[in-house]
C-alpha cells in the first residue's frame, strides 16, 4: 500500500532552519514527481516545491526561492525539505504527495490537483 509519512516540524524562531523528511512506502519515490504543499489557516492549500521523477528537476515558489531547498534520498525512499531563513509566514501545515504513475517529465507541477497520494502532514510554526 502506498504511503507518505512527514516528520520535522516544530516551532521555530524567525530566521531559524527546519528540514522536513517526507517517506514513502509502497512505491519507489525516485520514479515519481513529489510535491511539498503547505496550508495555513483560512488559506488554500499551495504549491512550495517539487522534485521531478528520474531526472530529479527542481520547482519552487517564488515566496521560498532561496531560502528552501528539496533534495531526494533514493536509498532511503525519502524527499527532504531544507528550510532557512524562515518567516511567520511560512507557518502552515506542510503536506507531501505524490503523483499518480511516474513520469519521464522533467518539470513538475505545484498544482493540488496533480498529486493522488497525500501524507498526513506536519505542523511548521515560526514565531518569536
Known amino acids: 500500500q502506498l504511503q507518505l509519512v512527514e516528520s520535522g516540524g516544530g516551532l521555530v524562531q524567525p530566521g531559524g532552519s527546519l528540514r522536513l523528511s517526507c517517506a514513502a512506502s509502497?512505491?519507489?519515490?525516485?520514479?515519481?514527481?513529489i510535491g511539498w504543499f503547505r496550508q495555513a489557516p483560512g488559506k488554500e492549500r499551495e504549491g512550495v516545491s517539487c522534485i521531478s521523477g528520474y531526472v530529479g528537476s527542481t520547482n519552487y515558489a517564488d515566496s521560498v526561492k532561496g531560502r528552501f531547498a528539496i533534495s531526494r534520498e533514493n536509498g532511503k525512499n525519502t524527499v527532504y525539505l531544507q528550510m532557512n531563513s524562515l518567516k511567520p509566514e511560512d507557518t502552515a501545515i506542510y503536506y507531501c504527495?505524490?503523483?499518480?504513475?511516474?513520469?519521464?517529465?522533467?518539470?513538475?507541477?505545484?498544482?493540488?490537483?496533480?498529486?493522488?497520494?497525500w501524507g498526513q502532514g506536519t505542523q511548521v510554526t515560526v514565531s518569536s
Open positions: 509502497g512505491f519507489t519515490l525516485g520514479y515519481y514527481h
Open positions: 504527495a505524490t503523483a499518480p504513475s511516474p513520469s519521464l517529465k522533467h518539470l513538475c507541477s505545484h498544482v493540488p490537483g496533480e498529486y493522488s497520494y
